[in-house]
T-cell receptor, first 113, second 115 residues
Framework: GESVGLHLPTLSVQEGDNSIINCAYS??????FIWYKQESGKGPQFIID?????DKRQGQRVTVLLNKTVKHLSLQIAATQPGDSAVYFC????????????FGQGTELSVKP | GAVVSQHPSRVICKSGTSVKIECRSL??????MFWYRQFPKQSLMLMAT?????????EQGVEKDKFLINHASLTLSTLTVTSAHPEDSSFYIC???????????FGPGTRLTVL
Protein backbone atom coordinates (compact mmCIF):
# COMPACT_ATOMS: atom_id res chain seq x y z
CA GLY A 1 0.00 0.00 0.00
CA GLU A 2 0.94 3.63 -0.03
CA SER A 3 3.63 4.88 2.30
CA VAL A 4 2.53 7.55 4.70
CA GLY A 5 5.15 9.21 6.85
CA LEU A 6 4.38 11.27 9.90
CA HIS A 7 7.91 12.60 10.14
CA LEU A 8 9.86 13.48 7.05
CA PRO A 9 13.52 12.50 7.26
CA THR A 10 15.71 15.52 6.70
CA LEU A 11 19.09 16.00 5.10
CA SER A 12 21.04 19.18 5.55
CA VAL A 13 24.02 19.89 3.30
CA GLN A 14 26.32 22.79 2.57
CA GLU A 15 26.01 24.51 -0.77
CA GLY A 16 28.45 22.97 -3.22
CA ASP A 17 28.57 19.60 -1.48
CA ASN A 18 27.15 16.44 -2.98
CA SER A 19 23.87 15.09 -1.62
CA ILE A 20 22.76 11.49 -1.41
CA ILE A 21 19.13 10.68 -0.77
CA ASN A 22 18.19 7.08 -0.13
CA CYS A 23 15.03 5.11 -0.62
CA ALA A 24 14.06 1.53 0.18
CA TYR A 25 11.32 -0.06 -1.85
CA SER A 26 9.28 -3.06 -0.98
CA UNK A 27 8.06 -4.90 -4.05
CA UNK A 28 10.26 -7.27 -6.03
CA UNK A 29 7.88 -6.90 -8.97
CA UNK A 30 8.64 -3.19 -9.31
CA UNK A 31 10.18 -2.60 -12.72
CA UNK A 32 10.44 1.16 -13.01
CA PHE A 33 11.48 3.84 -10.55
CA ILE A 34 11.20 7.61 -10.58
CA TRP A 35 12.59 10.38 -8.42
CA TYR A 36 10.47 13.49 -7.94
CA LYS A 37 11.24 16.86 -6.39
CA GLN A 38 8.46 18.71 -4.62
CA GLU A 39 8.77 22.32 -3.55
CA SER A 40 6.45 23.72 -0.94
CA GLY A 41 2.92 24.21 -2.23
CA LYS A 42 3.66 22.71 -5.64
CA GLY A 43 3.16 19.41 -7.41
CA PRO A 44 5.99 16.88 -7.72
CA GLN A 45 8.44 17.54 -10.53
CA PHE A 46 10.04 14.68 -12.48
CA ILE A 47 13.81 14.50 -11.98
CA ILE A 48 15.07 11.19 -13.30
CA ASP A 49 13.92 7.63 -13.82
CA UNK A 50 15.46 4.19 -14.13
CA UNK A 51 14.22 0.81 -15.28
CA UNK A 52 14.95 -2.37 -13.38
CA UNK A 53 17.28 -3.67 -16.10
CA UNK A 54 19.73 -0.89 -15.24
CA ASP A 55 21.69 -0.14 -12.10
CA LYS A 56 22.77 3.43 -12.82
CA ARG A 57 21.52 6.36 -14.81
CA GLN A 58 22.89 9.87 -15.02
CA GLY A 59 21.27 13.16 -15.77
CA GLN A 60 22.36 16.73 -15.41
CA ARG A 61 23.93 16.94 -11.93
CA VAL A 62 21.87 13.94 -10.81
CA THR A 63 22.57 10.22 -10.73
CA VAL A 64 20.21 7.44 -9.74
CA LEU A 65 21.55 4.12 -8.49
CA LEU A 66 19.45 0.99 -8.22
CA ASN A 67 20.37 -2.05 -6.16
CA LYS A 68 17.75 -4.70 -6.75
CA THR A 69 19.41 -7.19 -4.43
CA VAL A 70 18.61 -5.10 -1.38
CA LYS A 71 15.72 -3.15 -2.94
CA HIS A 72 17.47 0.17 -2.58
CA LEU A 73 17.41 3.30 -4.68
CA SER A 74 19.49 6.43 -4.27
CA LEU A 75 19.58 9.88 -5.78
CA GLN A 76 22.86 11.71 -5.91
CA ILE A 77 22.91 15.44 -6.53
CA ALA A 78 26.26 16.94 -7.44
CA ALA A 79 27.27 20.43 -6.32
CA THR A 80 24.05 20.99 -4.41
CA GLN A 81 22.55 24.46 -4.77
CA PRO A 82 20.04 26.38 -2.63
CA GLY A 83 17.46 25.83 -5.38
CA ASP A 84 17.71 22.11 -4.74
CA SER A 85 16.06 22.57 -1.35
CA ALA A 86 12.81 20.60 -1.49
CA VAL A 87 11.26 17.28 -0.55
CA TYR A 88 12.42 14.38 -2.69
CA PHE A 89 10.26 11.31 -3.25
CA CYS A 90 11.11 8.02 -4.84
CA UNK A 91 8.29 6.17 -6.55
CA UNK A 92 8.07 2.59 -7.75
CA UNK A 93 5.95 1.26 -10.55
CA UNK A 94 4.78 -2.27 -9.98
CA UNK A 95 4.55 -4.29 -13.12
CA UNK A 96 1.01 -5.04 -14.35
CA UNK A 97 -0.66 -2.60 -11.95
CA UNK A 98 -1.88 -0.24 -14.63
CA UNK A 99 0.93 2.23 -14.18
CA UNK A 100 0.18 2.87 -10.53
CA UNK A 101 3.04 4.44 -8.58
CA UNK A 102 3.79 3.76 -4.93
CA PHE A 103 5.54 6.68 -3.25
CA GLY A 104 8.16 6.57 -0.54
CA GLN A 105 7.83 8.77 2.52
CA GLY A 106 10.07 11.51 1.15
CA THR A 107 13.23 13.23 2.34
CA GLU A 108 13.48 16.93 2.98
CA LEU A 109 16.71 18.39 1.62
CA SER A 110 17.90 21.64 3.11
CA VAL A 111 20.85 23.42 1.49
CA LYS A 112 22.78 25.89 3.59
CA PRO A 113 24.42 28.77 1.71
CA GLY B 1 6.70 18.79 -23.04
CA ALA B 2 4.53 16.72 -20.64
CA VAL B 3 2.78 19.64 -18.97
CA VAL B 4 -0.17 19.02 -16.69
CA SER B 5 -2.38 21.80 -15.39
CA GLN B 6 -4.92 21.90 -12.58
CA HIS B 7 -7.72 24.31 -11.88
CA PRO B 8 -8.38 25.88 -9.49
CA SER B 9 -5.10 26.16 -7.64
CA ARG B 10 -6.85 27.08 -4.44
CA VAL B 11 -10.45 26.85 -3.27
CA ILE B 12 -12.22 27.65 -0.05
CA CYS B 13 -15.75 26.38 0.40
CA LYS B 14 -18.38 25.92 3.04
CA SER B 15 -19.10 22.56 4.59
CA GLY B 16 -21.69 20.63 2.62
CA THR B 17 -20.91 22.10 -0.76
CA SER B 18 -19.33 20.28 -3.71
CA VAL B 19 -16.08 21.26 -5.36
CA LYS B 20 -14.85 20.29 -8.81
CA ILE B 21 -11.15 20.15 -9.67
CA GLU B 22 -9.97 19.87 -13.26
CA CYS B 23 -6.80 18.19 -14.47
CA ARG B 24 -5.59 18.68 -18.03
CA SER B 25 -2.67 17.29 -19.98
CA LEU B 26 -1.67 20.21 -22.20
CA UNK B 27 0.71 18.74 -24.74
CA UNK B 28 0.01 15.03 -24.77
CA UNK B 29 -2.91 12.66 -24.64
CA UNK B 30 -3.27 10.73 -21.41
CA UNK B 31 -5.32 7.59 -21.41
CA UNK B 32 -4.67 7.29 -17.70
CA MET B 33 -4.71 9.98 -15.04
CA PHE B 34 -4.31 9.60 -11.31
CA TRP B 35 -5.63 11.53 -8.34
CA TYR B 36 -3.65 11.88 -5.13
CA ARG B 37 -4.20 13.55 -1.79
CA GLN B 38 -1.39 14.90 0.33
CA PHE B 39 -1.47 16.06 3.94
CA PRO B 40 1.22 18.38 5.34
CA LYS B 41 4.63 16.77 5.76
CA GLN B 42 3.35 13.50 4.33
CA SER B 43 3.75 11.54 1.16
CA LEU B 44 1.30 11.35 -1.70
CA MET B 45 -1.61 8.96 -1.21
CA LEU B 46 -3.17 7.56 -4.36
CA MET B 47 -6.94 7.98 -4.33
CA ALA B 48 -7.95 6.63 -7.71
CA THR B 49 -6.89 5.77 -11.22
CA UNK B 50 -8.87 7.42 -13.97
CA UNK B 51 -9.06 5.80 -17.39
CA UNK B 52 -10.53 7.63 -20.35
CA UNK B 53 -13.95 6.33 -21.25
CA UNK B 54 -14.31 3.97 -18.32
CA UNK B 55 -15.04 4.02 -14.62
CA UNK B 56 -12.33 5.07 -12.24
CA UNK B 57 -10.61 2.54 -10.01
CA UNK B 58 -10.54 3.63 -6.40
CA GLU B 59 -8.00 2.68 -3.78
CA GLN B 60 -9.11 0.90 -0.66
CA GLY B 61 -10.75 3.24 1.80
CA VAL B 62 -11.59 5.95 -0.73
CA GLU B 63 -15.32 6.53 -1.08
CA LYS B 64 -16.26 6.57 -4.72
CA ASP B 65 -19.57 8.34 -4.05
CA LYS B 66 -17.78 11.13 -2.26
CA PHE B 67 -14.91 11.59 -4.71
CA LEU B 68 -16.47 11.49 -8.16
CA ILE B 69 -14.05 11.12 -11.03
CA ASN B 70 -14.82 11.69 -14.68
CA HIS B 71 -12.32 11.20 -17.49
CA ALA B 72 -14.31 12.29 -20.50
CA SER B 73 -11.47 12.97 -22.90
CA LEU B 74 -7.83 12.11 -23.42
CA THR B 75 -6.76 15.43 -21.96
CA LEU B 76 -9.21 16.09 -19.14
CA SER B 77 -10.09 14.38 -15.87
CA THR B 78 -12.19 15.93 -13.12
CA LEU B 79 -12.45 15.19 -9.42
CA THR B 80 -15.57 16.34 -7.60
CA VAL B 81 -15.52 16.33 -3.83
CA THR B 82 -19.18 16.03 -2.90
CA SER B 83 -20.64 17.35 0.34
CA ALA B 84 -17.24 18.48 1.48
CA HIS B 85 -16.39 18.54 5.17
CA PRO B 86 -13.45 20.08 7.04
CA GLU B 87 -11.67 16.73 7.14
CA ASP B 88 -11.58 16.79 3.32
CA SER B 89 -9.30 19.82 3.47
CA SER B 90 -6.09 18.78 1.81
CA PHE B 91 -3.77 19.25 -1.16
CA TYR B 92 -5.16 17.36 -4.16
CA ILE B 93 -2.77 16.56 -6.98
CA CYS B 94 -3.41 14.91 -10.30
CA UNK B 95 -0.97 13.24 -12.64
CA UNK B 96 -1.11 12.02 -16.20
CA UNK B 97 0.76 9.09 -17.63
CA UNK B 98 2.49 9.55 -20.95
CA UNK B 99 1.31 7.13 -23.63
CA UNK B 100 4.74 5.70 -24.39
CA UNK B 101 6.15 5.04 -20.95
CA UNK B 102 5.07 4.70 -17.34
CA UNK B 103 6.21 8.15 -16.27
CA UNK B 104 3.62 10.24 -14.49
CA UNK B 105 3.75 14.01 -14.78
CA PHE B 106 2.05 15.97 -12.07
CA GLY B 107 -0.14 19.01 -11.98
CA PRO B 108 0.61 21.90 -9.63
CA GLY B 109 -1.98 20.78 -7.10
CA THR B 110 -5.18 22.24 -5.66
CA ARG B 111 -5.36 23.41 -2.08
CA LEU B 112 -8.87 22.72 -0.76
CA THR B 113 -10.00 24.31 2.47
CA VAL B 114 -13.44 23.42 3.79
CA LEU B 115 -14.79 25.74 6.45
Amino acid sequence: GESVGLHLPTLSVQEGDNSIINCAYSNSASDYFIWYKQESGKGPQFIIDIRSNMDKRQGQRVTVLLNKTVKHLSLQIAATQPGDSAVYFCAENISNQGGKLIFGQGTELSVKP
Amino acid sequence: GAVVSQHPSRVICKSGTSVKIECRSLDFQATTMFWYRQFPKQSLMLMATSNEGSKATYEQGVEKDKFLINHASLTLSTLTVTSAHPEDSSFYICSARTPTKDTQYFGPGTRLTVL
